[in-house]
Structure formats: C-alpha cells, structure tokens
C-alpha cells in the first residue's frame, strides 16, 4: 500500500511561490492589500500544491516573519482620470522595486475631514510612508507628517516642513506665453484648472505677467476657470467663448487634456488650427502627440518627479534625521503642429 501524501502545508506554499508565509496569510485573509502579481502567484502555487485552507484554525505567522516582507509605501493622487499622473507613479515604482518597496495607489483628496480615515488605512496596512499629489493645508501635512514619513510630489506649499520635488510653474508658464507672443498673437485665453492648486495659480501668475511684460491689457472674459480638469468642462467652456464677439486668437491650456478639448471646440465652431487659432498646452502626455493636429506644450519630467520623489522617501525612512530637500526639475517646450503654421509646397 503505497503511503499516505502528506497535506501541504502554507509553508510549503510560500516556498513553492517564493515569498514569505505572512505574504501568502495576507493573500488568504486580506486579499486587497497585496499587488495583483502577488496574489496570483500565491494563488497558482496553492493550486499546483493542493493545498487546503483550514477555516476552523489559519495557519500561525511566525512572529519574525515581517522582516521578511517588503516595506509597504503609499501613492496618493488626486484623479485616475488624468494620464498625468501615469508616468509619476511608474517613476515612483521603479524606485520602490530598486528599493525593495512595495507600493499601492490610493487615489481621492486628503483633507481635514477624512485625515482620521486616511491615517487609519497606512496604520491598517503597516504603511512605511506616504506620497502624495495632491494639494495639502498646512495642518494636514504637520499632523499627517508627524504619524507618517510623507514626501510631497509636484503640489506643496512654499516652505513645506517636508520633502518636495515639482517644476517651476510660473517660469515654465511665462516661458510658454512668451512663445506664444513671438509668434505674433496678442488675443491669449488661458484655460485653468482649480485654483486650490499651486500649479493653477503659478500658471495663471506667468500668463499674466508675460501680457503685462509684452503690455497687453488682461481680457477677464479670455480666462476660463475650470473647478477640475475635465476635458468635457474645457470643450463647452471654450466652445461658448469662440461664439461671442472679439474671440481670442490663441489659447494657453494648463493641461494636455484641455488643450485637446480647446481643439475640438475649435473644430465645432468652424475655426482651424494653427491657421485661425494657435492652442499651446502643458505635461506632454501621450494625446497631445496623437491629436490632430498635435498639440505644442510644456514637456514635465513625469517618470523622474516620481523616481525622485519615491528616492527621497527612502533617504527619509534610512536615515530619519536626513535633511528636508526641495528639488526643482526643468521643463522645456516641445513644438508641435498646433502652432506651427505648415509650408504649402508647390
């Protein structure tokens, strides 16, 4: 008679799927805060090992066995609408796996209202640190900031108690304005997000002063105030605006996604772009290299603000006592069709 196979054991499954045993207890009992990869490993491993859950009694984690897992960090941002946000949080995961991190995306505002819930969930899921996208009030960084490592990412308030990296975006705006001028258009609306933002009120702030630099009287009816990036809101705000008299001649957008929106209200009110009107934008995402014609706009080094800013979370939780950083990367303008009128050739 040939002898009775030993059961598997959750050891055996974690081996089989080469991660740690609270690694596989946290796939069968907390599904939802392990990366998908993960889950399916442990999943294909207890299945090629036939291993059995027992429901009366979960296998023991060994006391020791979280040195073993891998440090959990935290992404917030704002939106998952907005493709902005794709190549920094890439940039922040290759610094996490360079790092040995884990890292989840939360995604909503963290704001005096829901602090108490936000720190709840990185105590929940024994978060080593926090980096976030989002514009943030002084209180809530000091008290987030004083539970939980945090580095800021883009948005962050002048002399922020913490880490930070962004661009400059009242240089970067001016500098796109200043273009626009050179080209010889005077009539520039400005298409703007919200202003709780700093990159809002930096860009409006550069747009202004390149028409007081070039003396042009500010057009209040040419600003459009979006309350968020929406490409829907931009469409219909500018599409009312090319109906009225005295339309502008040019439209700096402070997102891809609105200055691709600007294009299309162009298209529905029977005017040509670059011909009639000139739309510049600002990130360099992946529409603005697709929409037709392609949309001229500020390039942001999206993979990097995310590496670094993941870099300056490790340097924080290595050594507690590192200094506070501010880093500024540099922009620059990538011209494309939607400004640049083309040469007929005979």
Sequence with gaps: ?????????????????????????????????????????????????????????PAPIPADSRRSEKDLLIINIPSLSNPFYNEIVKGAKAAAELH?????????????????????????????????????????VRTLS?????????????YSPVSTVG?????????????????GHRKIALVN????????????????????SAGIEVNP??????????????????AKLLTMPNPPDAFFAVSDMCAAAVIRATKHTNYRVPEDIIVVGFDNVDISSITMPS???????????????????????TNPSAETKHMVLNTELI????????????
């Design 1 to 57: 008679m040939s002898p009775k196979r030993q059961k598997a054991t959750i050891t055996d499954v974690a081996n089989h799927a080469g991660v740690s045993v609270a690694t596989v207890s946290r796939v069968f009992n907390h599904k939802g805060i392990v990366n998908e990869d993960t889950y399916r490993q442990v999943m294909e491993s207890a299945q090629a090992l036939n291993y059995q859950k027992s429901a009366a009694a």
């Design 100 to 140: 040995d991190y884990d890292m989840l995306l939360n995604q909503g505002h963290i704001n005096e209202g829901n602090l108490s819930s936000i720190m709840h969930m990185l105590s929940r899921v024994n978060a080593k640190g926090i980096i976030t996208l989002n514009h943030l009030t002084a209180d809530v």
């Design 146 to 158: 004083a539970s939980f490592p945090l580095v800021q990412c883009c948005e962050f308030e002048e």
């Design 167 to 183: 661009i400059d975006d009242l240089l970067s705006s001016k500098n796109a304005m200043d273009y626009i001028l050179s080209t």
């Design 193 to 212: 997000g919200p202003m709780e933002y700093k990159y809002a009120r930096h860009r409006k702030e550069g747009y202004l002063k390149a028409l007081e």
């Design 221 to 238: 009816d040419w600003m459009i105030q979006l309350p968020e990036i929406n490409a829907d809101m931009a469409f219909s705000s500018v």
């Design 295 to 317: 949309i001229t706009t500020v390039n942001q080094p999206k993979f990097q603000l995310g590496y670094i800013s993941c870099e300056l979370m490790h340097e924080k939780l």
């Design 335 to 346: 011209i494309r069709e939607s400004t640049a009128i083309p040469v007929m050739r005979g």
